[in-house]
């Protein structure tokens, strides 16, 4: 099996750096998997966003955009953020499981579920993410495996469930209050904190650059629950600076940038350069 730069990240206890992809295509998702290969560690993973990205959540998409990720030798975990949100898990449920049930099936290292609020929402995604015993994930696709570099669908089907990362996203007033319960859910792996939205549910203004002070308190409580409850924390940041600090500040996998932040960052940055002399 194909080494999991993410999870061997967690296991090492050493914060895991990765980017947000929001555009598809295999070309662009291996250029972007190249340019991580690099990594101390190789700790490294690349989130596919299927919530706000321009990523369609199919499996014939997806697992062309995996695979490009994949293909690269000792490259970043490709995971996926779905875009059904906790609230449709319990009587509505069946939103939040197909589409995870696309993503892992398209040979993704993990899910990422955004506005999770309940721990009866996080356990419907745990349940979801898992093969039984422990969970009702279906069986029967047959290309997974070649995602994980894996021979047999059989194969796949006796390592999956201790090698996928299950995250959430706390981002809602909700989830704040219910943190603790989330963070304690049995197979959650990690909260994942979402800045935006977390402002927005707040009643504060989203980060610009960095969340109002007031937000931030909360953000570092998270940090505290997740870590007591013996689950990682990850935080979205927007560029190396932030992610650097989130680091110092013991968050276990951190996001940098983006595909097209750091395109527009990027070309910005020389034009200004070359402009300027």
């Known amino acids: 099996m194909a080494a999991h730069a ?12 990765g980017t947000w992809l929001t555009t598809g295509g295999f070309v662009h998702a291996r250029s972007l998997a190249r340019a991580l290969i ?7 993973w690349i989130m596919l966003d299927c919530e706000h990205g321009l990523i369609p959540l199919n499996p014939a998409g997806v697992i062309e955009v995996i695979a490009a990720i994949h293909g690269v030798r000792d490259g970043p975990s490709a995971l996926v953020r779905i875009p059904a949100t906790g609230h449709g898990t319990g009587n509505g449920s069946e939103g939040v499981n197909w589409q995870i049930k696309y993503a892992l099936d398209a040979g993704a290292r993990g899910v990422l579920v955004p506005m999770v609020s309940t721990p009866s929402q996080a356990q419907e995604v745990v349940i979801s ?9 279906g069986f029967g696709s ?9 021979q047999t669908a059989g194969e796949y089907l006796n390592v999956a469930n201790e090698n996928i990362v299950v995250l959430v996203q706390i981002e809602t007033r909700e989830g704040v209050q219910n943190v603790k319960a989330i963070a304690e859910v049995d197979g959650i792996d990690g909260l994942f904190i979402g800045p935006y939205d977390l402002s927005n549910a707040l009643g504060y203004p ?3 650059p960095d969340p109002h002070p007031k937000v931030e308190q909360v953000i570092q409580d998270i940090l505290r629950v997740a870590h007591e409850a013996g689950k990682k924390c990850a935080m979205y940041c927007t560029s190396g ?3 650097a600090q989130r680091a110092t500040e013991g968050f276990d996998m951190i996001n940098v940038t983006s595909d097209v932040g750091a395109m527009q960052s990027g070309l910005a940055a020389e034009f200004k350069f070359a402009a300027s002399a």
Do not use: V
Not at 142 to 150: C, K, L, S
């Open 38 to 44: 690099g990594l101390p560690q190789k700790q490294s």
């Open 6 to 17: 993410l999870l061997n990240a967690f296991k090492a206890n050493k914060p895991a750096f």
């Open 142 to 150: 047959p290309y997974t495996q070649e995602n994980w570099d894996i």
């Open 241 to 243: 600076t932030q992610a």
């Open 129 to 137: 993410s898992r093969f039984p015993p422990q969970g009702r994930r």
């Open 206 to 208: 989203p980060p610009s």
